[in-house]
């Protein structure tokens, strides 16, 4: 069983869509969780960092990290064309991150 | 403007041929790594430095070296005992303290 999972799609919804991706993990010890967007051929760009359980906004994306679970979520609200890329979940107990294997979303105008 | 440079974007290896990529950070990070990506898979990572002189492996080494020299550079080589080099490559760095890692955007290595 691999430490991150998260479904690898493809995600194919709507132009003003709310979109959920998720991940799952087993190591208790994760403390940091991250998103990154990945575009096509380009290197990941972080998107959210957050710390502890709870709820955090930034403009259309909410990460949200339930630790009891060990279930973490990104929203997109009103997801634009210009959403389309893999999202990647990556979290660490130190300084090593441990990533999952990304969702690749297409948003269709 | 403060980065990470990655070149060259594509590369193309002949077989039996060592190549080396090369990353270059302008942050003042002192940690580095290097990721492999295939497609449809997440990040493996080849190897990695905390500080300069000094790094260790990741979990798929085998075939790779790497040098720290210097403090913005950790430049990655693919030898001719890595038989399936076909891959993206990225290299990412990070404050000692800091949990996240930035990244350069990437090579793409292809055998010929």
């Known amino acids: 069983q691999k430490e991150v999972e998260q479904d690898p799609g493809p995600l194919s919804v709507p132009e003003g869509a709310i979109v959920s991706l998720n991940c799952t993990y087993s190591n208790s010890a994760f403390q940091y969780f991250m998103w990154y967007r990945q575009y096509s051929r380009k290197g990941p760009e972080l998107l959210m960092y957050t710390y502890s359980s709870g709820n955090k906004e930034d403009g259309r994306f909410t990460a949200q990290v339930d630790k009891s679970s060990k279930y973490i979520s990104l929203f997109i609200r009103d997801s634009q064309p210009s959403d389309s890329a893999t999202y990647l979940c990556?979290?660490?107990?130190?300084?090593?991150?441990?990533f999952g294997g990304g969702t690749r979303l297409m948003v269709k105008p | 403007d403060g980065g990470i440079t990655q070149s060259p974007k594509y590369l193309f290896r002949k077989e039996g041929q060592n190549v080396t990529l090369s990353c270059e950070q302008n942050?003042?990070?002192?940690?580095m790594y290097w990721y492999r990506q295939d497609p449809g898979q997440g990040l493996r990572l080849i190897y990695y430095s905390q500080i300069v002189n000094d790094f260790q492996k990741g979990d798929i080494a085998e075939g790779y070296s790497v040098s720290r020299e210097k403090k913005e550079s950790f430049p990655l080589t693919v030898t001719s005992a890595q038989k399936n080099p076909t891959a993206f490559y990225l290299c990412a760095s990070s404050t000692t303290q800091g949990k996240t890692q930035y990244f350069g955007p990437g090579t793409r290595l292809l055998v010929l």
């Open positions: 942050l003042n990070h002192d940690a």
């Open positions: 990556a979290m660490n107990a130190g300084n090593m991150l441990t």
